[in-house]
C-alpha cells in the first residue's frame, strides 16, 4: 500500500490548486463531494498493488510479453479464422496519429469529417472487394457479425429457423448459438454437400472459404436458398476475394467477414473488425452504423451518421441491434491498407498465399502417411491433412524446432463434422509471410512421422 | 475541403487512383507456381484503388486534421469520459510478444498473455467488488448483452421462466434498452424522482413475480449518485430479480464504492471510458463483465483460471476455461486483447493511491463547472454532482437559442460539444464531463467560452444558431441523407 502523497502524471492539478478549486465550492476535501454514497460503503479497502513508474511498467510487460512466442519467431502455419499477413509501416503510423487515435464517435459531424470520410471509403471498398451494394461501419469481430447476419436474416424474412453449414467455422456456430439463444430461433448444422433447406428457413449459413479451407459452389447455395425464399448468408475472407469472385458475384444476400487479415494484428484474437455488407433493399434491417454522404448549409460536400432509427440511441428496444461502440479504429486500419495494397498488391498477396499454400500441400501429400482428404476440391490458403499420429504430438515436436503447426481439429468442437475415418487432422495454412524455407522446414519435420 | 494548411481531401480514393500507381511492393513468388483453379472461381473486376505510398499518407494526415480529438481539443462529452489516453498503453499493445500472438496457440506459448488476462480479472473484481469476471466482450454493450443473457439464463436455471420483463429507468443509455431487446425481455420503463433518484414507488409497483430485473447506471446519466441505490437493490432482490449495473459513469466511484458492496449482482465496465484506453473514433471497446457469486457460473467463455488448486493463480501456469453453466461464447476469441493490455498498464502505472485520485479529480473537475456556469445556465437537478453535470439550456432557448445553438457554437471556440439532448428526461439538455485529466486552465477557458455564447446568445442570437462558422463544414443536411442514402462511391457521379 501506498501511503505518501501520489500525484499521477496523468492528472494535472495539484493537491494546491485541487485545494483552490475546492473554496469555490465551500469545501475543504474532494471526500466531501462523495457524501451521497451511504457511508457504510464509502471509501472501502482497496486491495491493489502501488503505483508503478513507465519505467517499471514496461519492464514488468516486457517480461510478460517474452513468455509469448509469437509468430514472427519463426515458422508459422495456424490460421482458422485469424491470419498471419504482412501489414505495411504507414498502416499503424496512420491510426495512431492522435487526431484519429483519440476521437470519439463521430456524433458531430462537423468537426468529425475526417473519421466520416474515412468510414465512407471503408463502406465503399468493402463493398466493392464483397462485390455487394452496402456495407455498414463495422461490427465486433467475424463470429458476431455473422450471428448478426443471421438475426437480420431472420427480420427480413420473419422466419425463424436457419440452415448453418457444417463447414462454417465451430468457433462462430458457437457464437450463433448465444446470440440466437433467446430468440427462440432454431439452429440447424446441415451437410454442405447437402444442405437441408425448408419454406420456413429463414437463411442458409455458408463460409467461403470454409473453415477446412475448401472453395464451395456459391452459387448453387444461394439457388437453393432463394428456391425456398431464404437468405443466403456468408461469411467470407476478404483477402481471398483478392483473387477469387467474391459472393456478390454468386447473388448473396447478407456477406460479413473477419476484417482482420486487412491490416490488423493477430493480437491474440482482438481487437479485430467485423465487416457487414448487404443487398441495398435490406438496409433498414442493417445493424450499426452508416455513413452517408451529403451537402453542408453552404452547399459543400460532407459525411454524417445516418440511417440512425436503425439504432439504439434512436429507437432504443426496436432498434435492430445494441450495437453501440464497436471498430472504428480498425477500420481505418484496414481502408489505409487496402488504399496502400490497391488494385494490384492485394490480388498478389493473395496470390502469393495461393501458390504457396498448394506448394505446401502438395509436397505434403507426397510424405507416406499423410493425406490432403478434401483434396479433390479447390482451396485457397488452408487445407486439412490426416496426419499419421496426433496432432498434438505431431505439433509438440515441431515446436522443438521452433516451427508452429498447424490447428488439430481431431478434437472437439473442430472434429464435430468430420468423417470417422479423418481422426488425425491437422489444419494448415500458409500465408505470404511463409517462405519457401519455411514451407520445406515444415514438411521435413512432418516427415519424421512419415 | 480544409483550406488553408493541409492538403486537399476532396477527392476520394478511386477518384485519386491513377492505374499502374502502387502503395506497397510485394516479395517475388519463391515456390514453383501452381495450377490456378477453375477461371470460373477468379475475378476480373476488382475495384480498389491505384494510390502511391506518399500519396496514402498525404491523404490520410490531411483527413486526421479535420478532427477533433483528445490530443487536440478539450472534449467534456457526457457519458463518454474522454480522458486522456497515455501513449505507453498503446505502446505496451504493440509489443510482439502481444501483437503477433495467434488466439488458437496452445497455452503454454502464451502464458504471459493468460497471467496478464488472471491478473486483470483480479484487478477488475478488487475495484467492483465483484467475485466474477470475464473479458471476453468486445464493449460495452456486448458486455450488456453477456450481462442480461446471465440474467435470463439464472431465472430458467432457477424455473422462474415467468420472469419477462426488464426494468430501466428513462434516463438510460438507448443501449440497455436493446440489450435487453436481444435477450428476449420485455423492457418497461422505470420513472425517476424528483431529485434524479430511481423513483421507489414505481420500483415498488413494478416489483413482482414477472421482473427479471432492472438496469442502473450508477452514477445515473444525470450525473448523480442515486441515493436510493441501496433501497433500489433491496427491493428487486426481495422480489427475486436481478440488479444490472450499466458501468458507464464508472470514472466517478474509482476507489469510493464497490457496486458488489451496494447489492448489483452483475456490471460491466468500458475500459475505453474509466480505464483510458483510446475510442478510436468509435472503438475498439471493451466491456469486461463482473458479477457476484451467484451468477459466475453463468460468465461468457471464455474466462481465465489458474492451474493450481481451486483454479487459483500459482506457479502451474494458467488455462482458459469455460464457466459451469456458461451463456456460451459471444464472441471470436478471448475479448479485444490489446485493449485489455492497455487497461492493465493503465492501472498498475496508477495503482492503489492513484485509482482513487482519479475519481476525485474527475468529480472535482465537474463540481468546479458547475458552480462557475450555475448562474447563466439553468441546473435542473441542483445536488453535487458526481463524474458529470446536466445543465439545460432552457434560459438560452428563451432567446431563441437551443441547446444544439450552443453546443455547436462551442465548437467555434475549439472545444468539442458536450453530449446534447440527453438524458431524455431533461429539456435542452447540455451534458458535460470534463474527465480528471484537463487542469483548471483548460476549465476557466471552457467557462468563459460558455459565458461568451450565453452573452452572444443576448446580442447575436442568429449568429449562434447558425453556429459553426470556422470548422471545415457547416451543419450538415442530415434529412437529406437519410431520405436519399449515399453510402458508397460510384464511378457514376
Keep these: 500500500m501506498t501511503t505518501a502523497h501520489f500525484q499521477s502524471h496523468y492528472i494535472p492539478n495539484t493537491e494546491e490548486e485541487q485545494t483552490e478549486m475546492l473554496a469555490t465550492l465551500g469545501l475543504s476535501s474532494i471526500d466531501q463531494l462523495f457524501h451521497d454514497i451511504p457511508e457504510e460503503f464509502r471509501n472501502p479497502p482497496l486491495d491493489l498493488p502501488a503505483p508503478l513508474s513507465e519505467l517499471e511498467i514496461q519492464k514488468e510487460l516486457g517480461a510478460l510479453a517474452g513468455r509469448n512466442r509469437p509468430l514472427g519467431s519463426g515458422p508459422s502455419f495456424l490460421g482458422a479464422g485469424a491470419y498471419h499477413h504482412f501489414i505495411p509501416s504507414i498502416v499503424k503510423a496512420l491510426m495512431t496519429r492522435g487526431e484519429f487515435l483519440t476521437a470519439y464517435t463521430p456524433y458531430q459531424p462537423e468537426v468529425s469529417q475526417g473519421t466520416l470520410q474515412v468510414i465512407y471509403e471503408f463502406q465503399t471498398l468493402i463493398s466493392s472487394l464483397f462485390g455487394m451494394e452496402v456495407a455498414n461501419a463495422g461490427m465486433y469481430d467475424g463470429a458476431t457479425s455473422l450471428a448478426e447476419g443471421v438475426l437480420m436474416a431472420c427480420r427480413v424474412t420473419r422466419r425463424d429457423r436457419v440452415a448453418v453449414s457444417d463447414t462454417v ?275 521435413e519435420g512432418l516427415a519424421e512421422f512419415s | 475541403m480544409l483550406k488553408g494548411g493541409s492538403r486537399d481531401t476532396s477527392k476520394l480514393l478511386m477518384e485519386r487512383s491513377v492505374p499502374g500507381r502502387v502503395g506497397v511492393v510485394t516479395p517475388e513468388l519463391d515456390v514453383p507456381v501452381q495450377p490456378l483453379p477453375d477461371g470460373e472461381l477468379l475475378r476480373d473486376n476488382l475495384d480498389l484503388p491505384e494510390v502511391s505510398e506518399p500519396g496514402v499518407v498525404q491523404y490520410f494526415t490531411a483527413l486526421s486534421q479535420l478532427n477533433f480529438s483528445i490530443d487536440t481539443q478539450f472534449y467534456p462529452l457526457g457519458s463518454c469520459t474522454m480522458k486522456y489516453n497515455p501513449k505507453v498503453n498503446d505502446e505496451m499493445a504493440f509489443l510482439p510478444g502481444f501483437a503477433a500472438i495467434h488466439p488458437l496457440q496452445p497455452p503454454e506459448q502464451s502464458q504471459g498473455a493468460l497471467e496478464l488476462l488472471y491478473r486483470l480479472q483480479d484487478f477488475l473484481g478488487e475495484i467492483t467488488g465483484m467475485a466474477g469476471v470475464s473479458l471476453a466482450t468486445l464493449a460495452g454493450a456486448h458486455g450488456e448483452l453477456a450481462g442480461v443473457l446471465m440474467m435470463r439464463a439464472h431465472h430458467q436455471a432457477n424455473g422462474d421462466a415467468g420472469r419477462t420483463k426488464m426494468a430501466i429507468p428513462d434516463s438510460a443509455h438507448g443501449t440497455n434498452p436493446a440489450s435487453a431487446a436481444m435477450a428476449g425481455f420485455d423492457v418497461v420503463t422505470l420513472a425517476s424522482d424528483a431529485e434524479g433518484n430511481v423513483d421507489l414507488e414505481a420500483l415498488h409497483e413494478l416489483a413482482g413475480p414477472d421482473l427479471a430485473g432492472v438496469m442502473i447506471t450508477l452514477p445515473s446519466t444525470l450525473g448523480l449518485f442515486d441515493q436510493n441505490i441501496v433501497e433500489v437493490c433491496r427491493i428487486v432482490h426481495e422480489a427475486g430479480g436481478l440488479v444490472y449495473g450499466d458501468g458507464a459513469n464508472m470514472n466517478a466511484l474509482l476507489g469510493r464504492a464497490k457496486l458488489g458492496d451496494l447489492g448489483f449482482d452483475v456490471i460491466h465496465l468500458n475500459l475505453h471510458k474509466t480505464f483510458s484506453t483510446p475510442h478510436g473514433g468509435g472503438g475498439p471497446g471493451a466491456g469486461p463483465v463482473c458479477c457476484a457469486p451467484i451468477l459466475a457460473p453463468y460468465l461468457a467463455a471464455p474466462i481465465v483460471t489458474g492451474n493450481g488448486a481451486n483454479g487459483s493463480g500459482t506457479d502451474s501456469g494458467y488455462s482458459l476455461s469455460i464457466p459451469e453453466k456458461s451463456i456460451g461464447k459471444i464472441g471470436g476469441y478471448h475479448g479485444n486483447f490489446g485493449v485489455l493490455v492497455r487497461a492493465y498498464t493503465y492501472i498498475r502505472t496508477l495503482g492503489d493511491a492513484g485509482i482513487k485520485s482519479i475519481s476525485g479529480n474527475a468529480v472535482l473537475n465537474a463540481n468546479y463547472l458547475l458552480q462557475a456556469l450555475r448562474d447563466i445556465y439553468y441546473l435542473p437537478y441542483d445536488r453535487t454532482c458526481m463524474h458529470e453535470v446536466v445543465f439545460s ?90 431520405r436519399h442514402p449515399n453510402l458508397r462511391w460510384r464511378p457514376s457521379e
Design chain 1, 169 to 443: 467455422s465451430p468457433i462462430y456456430l458457437q457464437v450463433i448459438r448465444t446470440y440466437c439463444q433467446a430468440h427462440g430461433i432454431r439452429i440447424e448444422v446441415v451437410r454442405h454437400w447437402e444442405p437441408e433447406v425448408a419454406d420456413d428457413t429463414a437463411c442458409l449459413v455458408v463460409q467461403y472459404p470454409n473453415f477446412y479451407g475448401g472453395l464451395e459452389d456459391l452459387g448453387e447455395f444461394c439457388q437453393l436458398a432463394h428456391g425456398h425464399g431464404a437468405l443466403l448468408v456468408v461469411s467470407a475472407d476478404p483477402m481471398a476475394c483478392g483473387m477469387l469472385n467474391p459472393p456478390g458475384h454468386y447473388n448473396a444476400d447478407i456477406v460479413t467477414g473477419e476484417g482482420q487479415p486487412l491490416g490488423i494484428p493477430v493480437s491474440y484474437g482482438g481487437p479485430y473488425l467485423g465487416l457487414f455488407t448487404c443487398k441495398e433493399q435490406y438496409i433498414r434491417q442493417m445493424p450499426s452504423r452508416l455513413v452517408g454522404r451529403t451537402l453542408d448549409s453552404q452547399g459543400r460536400d460532407g459525411y454524417v451518421l445516418t440511417l440512425q432509427t436503425r439504432e439504439q440511441h434512436i429507437r432504443r428496444e426496436r432498434a435492430t441491434s445494441n450495437i453501440c461502440t464497436n471498430e472504428a479504429l480498425y477500420a481505418l486500419a484496414s481502408t489505409i491498407y487496402l488504399a496502400a495494397m490497391g488494385k494490384q498488391g492485394l490480388r498478389q498477396v493473395a496470390e502469393l498465399c495461393y501458390h504457396k499454400a498448394h506448394y505446401a500441400a502438395s509436397r505434403i501429400e507426397e510424405l507416406p502417411g499423410y493425406a490432403l482428404p478434401f483434396k479433390r476440391g479447390p482451396f485457397y490458403q488452408e487445407f486439412v491433412v490426416q496426419c499419421p499420429a496426433g496432432p498434438a504430438e505431431i505439433n509438440r515436436r515441431l515446436m522443438e524446432s521452433n516451427i508452429l503447426g498447424g490447428l488439430d481439429i481431431s478434437i472437439p468442437p473442430y472434429s464435430d463434422p468430420l468423417p470417422p475415418d479423418l481422426d488425425q487432422g491437422m489444419l494448415l495454412c500458409v500465408t505470404e509471410m511463409n517462405s519457401k524455407d519455411d514451407i520445406d522446414a515444415l514438411v
Design chain 2, 393 to 482: 439550456a432552457d434560459w438560452q432557448r428563451l432567446r431563441g437559442v437551443s441547446g444544439l445553438d450552443v453546443a455547436k457554437r462551442l465548437l467555434d471556440y475549439g472545444f468539442h460539444a458536450p453530449t446534447m439532448y440527453f438524458p431524455l428526461i431533461v429539456h435542452e439538455a447540455l451534458m458535460i464531463e470534463p474527465t480528471e485529466s484537463e487542469n483548471r486552465d483548460t476549465l476557466d477557458a471552457f467557462i468563459q467560452a460558455l459565458r461568451d455564447i450565453n452573452r452572444e446568445s443576448e446580442e447575436e442570437p442568429d449568429m449562434v444558431h447558425h453556429a459553426p462558422h470556422t470548422t471545415p463544414v457547416s451543419r450538415l443536411d442530415e434529412a437529406n441523407a437519410a
